[in-house]
């Protein structure tokens, strides 16, 4: 069976401290990664999308950015968080393309003081 | 570009009573998908329509896709505590998803 993993579920990080959310997803290939950030415990505002290792589609300008090292690995980073920046962070993916579930992570919680 | 719109943003029902959330679109669909997303949680799939007028019913949810795959409901039938969260619907296509803003349901006991 798929599962996806997403990490540090929290934290609490300094404004102009750096940032990597890590997710994983096992159990499938090839599959449609996203990063997504909720704020105020509200709608989902799609930052980032990747259909493939390297492929990275941006979709909101900001100071963050997406990685995606290896076919199941997505990364967030930012090189300095700015109080805007948190908020509750969702990595998620999905099958191909015809396909429209969406299977989240856990969510990542993100406080900048 | 692709615009989805769900309302109403908050809905607060008696337990018992009927809820029901609507989404649309400004443009015609492939497929929409149902979303719940619990206090403190992550966003859960519920079920995803695909073709023009159908209607799917999961216990005391019945969601509906409307004939022109513009817009679709969804309706909870006496509404339970368990029923609390934000409902999303997504209509993206194959890989940009586009969610609506979810409506917050709340149920008084």
Known sequence: SQTI?????TLVQPVGSPLSLECTVEGTSNPNLYWYRQAAGRGLQLLFYSVGIGQISSEVPQNLSASRPQDR????SSKKLLLSDSGFYLCAWKRGTNTGELFFGEGSRLTVL | GQQVMQIPQYQHVQEGEDF?????SSTTLSNIQWYKQRPGGHPVFL???VK???VKKQKRLTFQFG?????????????QTTDVGTYFCDGG???KLTFGKGTLLTVNP
Do not use: V
Request: proline share 3%.
């Open chain 1, 5 to 9: 993993h997403q990490w540090p579920a």
């Open chain 1, 73 to 76: 690995q997505f990364i967030l």
């Open chain 2, 20 to 24: 029901t959330t609507y989404c649309n």
């Open chain 2, 47 to 49: 079920i995803q329509l």
């Open chain 2, 52 to 54: 023009s007028g159908e």
């Open chain 2, 67 to 79: 004939e022109a795959k513009k817009n679709s409901s969804l309706h909870i039938t006496a509404t």
């Open chain 2, 93 to 95: 296509s194959n890989y």
